[in-house]
C-alpha cells in the first residue's frame, strides 16, 4: 500500500480525579490512500479522540500506529506536513482575511506563490469577491468553505475532519460535503471523516461504527 495510516491493537484512556475513562481496547484499522473512510458513533464513545491518535496529534496509551507515504514509513513530523485538517468550529484565524486564511499553510512552507494558489482555490469555492472578508464577516458555510480549502491547499496526502458539517444546515452540509469529496477525487487526498450525520457517512467508501465494544465496518 503506497500511503497508509496502520492502527495496530491500538488502546487509550484517560486518567482523571474520577477515575479511569476507557475510550477502545485492542483496536486495529487500515487507512489507506486514495480512499474515503468515515467514522460515526454515539458522543463521548471516542470518535474525536481516535482521530487524533490516527492524525497522529496523540500517541496511543498502547498499541502501534505505523504511517507509510509513498511505501516509506515517515514519521509524525511528516505525516502532519502532509495532512489537512477540518474542524466542526472551522478553526479559521480571525484576524486573518479569507485569502490569508487560505494562504496560510503555502506562507510557513515558504512557498512564494502561497497567494497565487491561494487565489485559485478561493475561485474553486465560489468566495473570490470575498477575498478581504475576515471569517466574522462570512456565514458558517463560507467558512468551513475556506477552511476546507486551506486544508486541501498543500495537495496534502490525508484529509482527517471532525464533525466538518456538525455546525451546518442540512443544505449547506450538502454544499460542503461535496467540495470535500471533489476536492478530495482531483488532489488524491483520502478523507478520514468522523460524524454524526448518517448521510456523511454514507458518502464514503467505507464506514466504521465505533461504540463501547469496539470498532464495526458497516460498509
Ligand atoms: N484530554 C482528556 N482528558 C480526559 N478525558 C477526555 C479528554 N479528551 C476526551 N476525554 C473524554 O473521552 C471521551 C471521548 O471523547 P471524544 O471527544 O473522543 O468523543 P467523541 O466520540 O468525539 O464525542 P462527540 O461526538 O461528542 O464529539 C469523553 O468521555 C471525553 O470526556
Ligand atoms: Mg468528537
Known amino acids: 500500500m503506497k500511503n497508509q495510516i496502520a492502527l495496530n491493537n491500538v488502546s487509550h484512556y484517560f486518567e ?17 490512500g486514495q480512499s474515503s473512510l468515515a467514522i460515526t458513533g454515539p458522543s463521548g464513545v471516542g470518535k474525536s479522540s481516535l482521530l487524533s491518535l490516527a492524525a497522529g496529534l496523540e500517541p496511543p496509551r498502547d ?12 514519521s509524525i513530523v511528516e505525516l502532519r506536513q502532509k495532512s489537512g485538517f477540518i474542524f466542526q468550529q472551522f478553526h479559521l484565524l480571525e484576524e486573518l482575511d479569507a485569502l490569508g486564511n487560505i494562504a496560510l499553510p503555502l506562507r ?12 485559485n482555490w478561493l475561485d474553486k469555492i465560489g468566495l473570490s469577491d ?32 471532525d464533525e466538518p458539517t456538525g455546525n451546518l444546515d442540512a443544505q449547506t452540509s450538502t454544499g460542503v460535503s461535496d467540495l470535500m469529496f471533489d476536492f478530495a477525487k482531483q488532489t488524491g487526498s483520502a478523507l478520514v471523516i468522523v460524524t454524526h450525520s448518517e448521510e456523511l457517512a454514507q458518502r464514503a467508501e467505507k464506514c466504521f461504527a465505533l461504540s463501547d465494544t469496539g470498532l464495526e465496518q458497516i460498509k
Request: aromatic share 6%; glycine share 8%.
Open 108 to 119: 510557513l512552507k515558504g512557498n512564494r506563490k502561497a497567494n497565487e494558489i491561494a487565489r
Open 16 to 32: 482523571t480525579p474520577h477515575g479511569r475513562i476507557s475510550l477502545f481496547d485492542d483496536l486495529s484499522l487500515n487507512i489507506s
Open 130 to 161: 470575498r477575498a478581504n472578508h475576515k471569517p466574522n464577516q462570512l456565514s458558517g458555510g463560507e467558512q468551513q468553505r475556506v477552511a476546507i480549502a486551506r486544508a486541501f491547499v498543500t495537495d496534502p496526502v490525508f484529509i482527517f475532519a
Open 63 to 74: 498499541g502501534e500506529i505505523s504511517f507509510t507515504c509513498e511505501g516509506q514509513q515517515i
